[in-house]
C-alpha cells in the first residue's frame, strides 16, 4: 500500500500553520507542536529535516520560533514530500529495474510507473500556497 509516513502529514501540517503566519514573525516549536496535536520531540525532528533543506528558518531567544523560509506559492508539495520521505514511488521497481529479478519481463511494471509519473505530476503541481487558500480547482483538475 501507497502510505506516506507521520513525518510528511506532521510537516505539511506545520508548514500549513507557518504559512498563515504573519510575514516577519515566528511561531514556537511548542506551540506548533499544541496546535497541530503533534509531540514537540518528534516535530523538532521534523522541523530540523526542513530547516536543513532551506524551507524553514529558526530563530532563538525571545521572540524566536519557526518561520518559512520560502514564499508559500514557490514551495511545492512533492519536494517537501521527497525531502521528509525520499522519492515518491509506487514500487521500487518503478524507477530501478534491477531491484526486481521480474521487472524486465513483469506485465505489471508499465502500470506502476503510469500510477507514479501521474501521482507525481499531481503533487508537482500543488504548492503549499494552494493548501492553505484551500484551493480546490487546482487541487481537483
Not at 12 to 28: E, F, N, S, W
Not at 31 to 59: M, R, T
Not at 131 to 136: E, R, S
Request: aromatic share 6%.
Amino acid at each position: 500500500m501507497f502510505k506516506l509516513s507521520t513525518k510528511t502529514r506532521y510537516g505539511l501540517r506545520a508548514l500549513c500553520q507557518l504559512a498563515q503566519v504573519k510575514k516577519g514573525y515566528t511561531i514556537p516549536a511548542h506551540q506548533l507542536a499544541k496546535d497541530q496535536e503533534i509531540s514537540l520531540s518528534y516535530l523538532e525532528q521534523v522541523l530540523n529535516v526542513l530547516k536543513h533543506h532551506g524551507i524553514v528558518e529558526s530563530f532563538k531567544g525571545p521572540g524566536g520560533g519557526y518561520k518559512l523560509n520560502v514564499d508559500p506559492k514557490k514551495i511545492i508539495i512533492k519536494d517537501v514530500i521527497e525531502v521528509l520521505e525520499g522519492p515518491v514511488l509506487i514500487t521500487e521497481c518503478s524507477a530501478d529495474p534491477s531491484k526486481c529479478h521480474r521487472a524486465e519481463d513483469c506485465l505489471t511494471r508499465a502500470l506502476w510507473q503510469k500510477i507514479g509519473n501521474q501521482v507525481n505530476s499531481f503533487l508537482g503541481k500543488i504548492t503549499l500556497n494552494d493548501l492553505v487558500k484551500k484551493n480546490c480547482k487546482k487541487l481537483c483538475k
